[in-house]
């Protein structure tokens, strides 16, 4: 649903981390291995805001939990 939104709201998408102004991480609360590699990629995607990345935004049952 997000990226049909980002689409309809003639946002570009793009799959290389270094190339986005906005990075969207979508996350999982309830396996444990899935809240681990979401809070790994959080950690890396954070990287990239010292870089061409202004908004970094995390979403997900993780993020409500």
């Known amino acids: 649903?997000?990226?049909g939104l980002c689409k309809k709201a003639k946002f570009e998408i793009v799959?290389?981390?270094e190339d986005a102004e906005i990075?969207?991480?979508n996350t999982c609360?309830?396996?444990?291995?899935a809240k681990e590699e979401a809070i790994n990629c959080?950690?890396?995607m954070a990287e990239y805001k010292k870089q061409n990345c202004k908004?970094?935004?995390a979403m997900g049952c993780l993020?409500?939990?």
């Open 1 to 3: 649903m997000c990226i």
């Open 15 to 17: 799959n290389i981390p």
């Open 23 to 25: 990075i969207i991480i």
């Open 29 to 33: 609360g309830f396996i444990e291995s």
């Open 42 to 44: 959080i950690l890396e």
């Open 55 to 57: 908004y970094l935004v």
């Open 63 to 65: 993020v409500q939990r």
